[in-house]
């Protein structure tokens, strides 16, 4: 069994998308298994982003993660990682393919709908960077 990690974004939490998003996604087999509102400060953005720090977008990245509350995740299924990326679809929605969900309820490349773990060391980071061992439930 392997594990993935996600944001729903800011754009797709002002349009309360969230409960359709968390859908499909079980509707594609995988298993929740954490769930967490939080709104992110500038400070903790920029930790989270840091692999970006020196790209041309990363202000703009970190303004936007900070605009509204996400909605953090842990899902649970064989191939979770490269599963879970290619329901999510490419970063730009205009150029994912039909029925991901980027290309579903995204906007635009900086205002994508979702973050998907990329590697299984992405994955380790990125959950403990929201959750603890104990707020998981592994089934």
Known sequence: MQYSFGIIKPDAMKKKLYGKILDDIANAGFKLIGLK????????????????????????????????????????????????RELTGNTDPKKAEENTLRFKYGESISANALHASDSEESFDREWRFFFTQEELFFY
């Open 37 to 84: 509102l939080f709104h992110l400060t500038e400070e903790k953005a920029k930790n989270f982003y840091a692999m970006h720090a020196d790209k041309p977008f990363f202000n703009e990245l970190i303004r936007y993660m900070c605009l509204s509350p996400v909605l953090c995740f842990v899902v649970q299924k064989e191939n979770a990682i490269f599963d879970f």
